[in-house]
């Protein structure tokens, strides 16, 4: 089940958010829900599997143990 959250920007940072998402072909929520899902996957509090599936190197990919 989804939660809803908010969060307050500036009034730039909205409009550049819209304007990417538009030009992306996809809705805001989507946008902020991806890139919060690549920042948790670069701090690796997902797993293997969650960052291949958002396009974060893993360390088995970057040649790692």
């Known amino acids: 089940m989804s939660e809803i959250i908010s969060v307050r920007m500036g009034k730039e ?3 550049l958010l819209e304007k ?3 030009a992306r072909g996809e809705d805001v929520s989507d946008f902020v829900r991806r890139s919060v899902l690549k920042e948790l ?3 690796s509090f997902l797993s ?3 960052k291949k599936a958002l396009g974060i190197k893993t ?3 970057k040649g790692g143990v």
């Open 13 to 15: 940072h909205k409009a």
């Open 59 to 61: 360390e088995e990919q």
């Open 41 to 43: 996957a670069s701090l």
């Open 48 to 50: 293997s599997d969650e």
């Open 20 to 22: 990417v998402s538009k």
